[in-house]
């Protein structure tokens, strides 16, 4: 069975400092991983995806398959990264399950000035 | 280009009831996704069509259905509802379901008294 676990179901940090939304996730086979991020008042949105390798909005994750792990970070954080961040996968892009997504539980991020 | 719409946004319904909820996907994207989220539950994925036929389900009761139109808009229905059914319902779409992102739309709030 697949699953993503967010141990952090909330996370401070004050602006300035780095931060890092942990997420396990558990797949038989090779998954795609992503983070999406809620902003209060807008829609779910595509933050960041492991195959495109992008840095958006200062933000990094590295898939690291020998731990599982696809850990969202970011060197200096900004008041306007508070939001909810949830870490989720599918299969493989190009087979049929790739439009299945398991999301993680999410993890609140309140960035303090 | 326009968004993911959702109608209605809001809806209230009482148990034994039947709800249909209706998805119109970003112009060009053919593959629309369905997810329920709560509280307790967090997002769960429901099912996935794509050019008119299901691709991908959840593991969700029979009550839960859907189907895609032939100009790629998708309704869900929700037969004999029940308290726990209450919940906002997401779609997302994309353009081919197997290899580019989701887009997500606003959602619909169902209440079931």
């Known amino acids: 069975a697949q699953r993503v676990t967010q141990p952090e179901k909330l996370l401070s940090v004050f602006k300035g400092a780095p931060v890092e939304l942990k997420c396990n996730y558990s797949y038989s086979g090779s998954p795609e991983l992503f983070w999406y991020v809620q902003y209060s008042r807008q829609r779910l949105q595509l933050l960041l995806r492991?195959?495109s390798r992008e840095s958006i909005k200062g933000f990094t994750a590295d898939l690291n398959k020998g731990e599982t792990s696809f850990h969202l970070k970011k060197p200096f954080a900004q008041e306007e990264d508070s939001a909810m961040y949830y870490c989720a996968l599918s299969g493989l892009a190009g087979g049929t399950s790739y439009g299945k997504l398991t999301f993680g539980q999410g993890t609140i991020l309140t960035v303090h000035p | 280009k326009a968004g993911v719409t959702q109608t209605p946004r809001y809806l209230i319904k009482t148990r034994g009831q039947q709800v249909t909820l209706s998805c119109s996907p970003i112009?060009?994207?053919?593959?629309v996704s369905w997810y329920q989220q709560t509280p307790g539950q967090g997002l769960q994925f429901l099912f996935e069509y794509f050019s008119e036929t299901q691709r991908n389900k959840g593991n969700f009761p029979g009550r839960f259905s859907g189907r895609q139109f032939s100009n790629s808009r998708s309704e869900m229905n929700v037969s004999t509802l029940e308290l726990g059914d209450s919940a906002l319902y997401l779609c997302?779409?994309?353009?081919?379901?197997?290899?580019?992102?989701?887009?997500f739309g606003p959602g619909t709030r169902l209440t079931v008294l």
């Open positions: 492991h195959i």
């Open positions: 997302a779409s994309r353009w081919d379901g197997t290899t580019d992102t989701q887009y």
């Open positions: 112009s060009g994207h053919r593959s």
